[in-house]
């Protein structure tokens, strides 16, 4: 089984490796960094925090389960 901190997603997560998860995570945290300089939130030398690494993680899965579910890309 496999579970994140929202839940067991049964339709999406069980499809992802670990390595998938790994890198999605990875990406949201660099999205989050991103738009959180670009609105002025963090500066230069700043990362994002793990509460918005968090959800940009969560915006790239969504992402990625969009870009899935319309057949752009095989998941």
């Given at each position: 089984m496999d579970f994140s901190c929202f839940g067991y997603h049964p339709d999406l997560e069980?499809?992802?490796?670990?390595?998938?998860?790994?890198?999605?995570?990875?990406?949201?945290?660099?999205?989050?960094?991103?738009?959180?300089q670009a609105i002025g939130h963090y500066g230069a030398d700043q990362g994002a925090g793990f509460i918005m690494a968090t959800i940009g993680a969560v915006v790239v899965l969504f992402i990625w389960h969009r870009l899935v579910a319309s057949g752009v890309i095989k998941g």
């Open positions: 069980s499809r992802l490796t670990f390595q998938e998860k790994w890198v999605l995570g990875i990406a949201g945290a660099f999205l989050a960094t991103f738009v959180g």
